[in-house]
């Protein structure tokens, strides 16, 4: 995977403006610590290191979305609240806080 383009630090810092300082994906606030750069359209899958093609998001969501697509991250996240959500329905209040069993 080559990356070819150039993206500069004025265009990210337009593009958080933009944004209003918040993840494309989650709307998580964005500081210069959490942001991160993610394609839209993963280089894995053809993607173009362009403007275009690029969004500021949360670091930890762009690690949990790896080489997904956004469609496909979104999917695995509703997988996992609603298996969570059946197995904390399933416990008694002192399990789901974290009590002994």
Do not use: Y
């Amino acid at each position: 995977m080559s990356v070819v383009g150039k993206i500069s630090a004025k265009q990210v810092m337009a593009m958080v403006e933009r944004q209003q300082f918040r993840c494309a994906i989650s709307g998580r606030e964005l500081t210069p610590e959490t942001a991160s750069l993610d394609h839209i359209t993963p280089l894995s899958r053809e993607g173009k290191h362009e403007l275009g093609n690029v969004w500021a998001v949360d670091h930890q969501i762009n690690t949990a979305k790896g080489t997904l697509s956004v469609d496909e991250f979104v999917a695995m996240c509703r997988d996992v609240v609603r298996h969570q959500e059946a197995v904390r329905g399933s416990l008694t209040p002192s399990e789901s806080e974290g009590g002994e069993v």
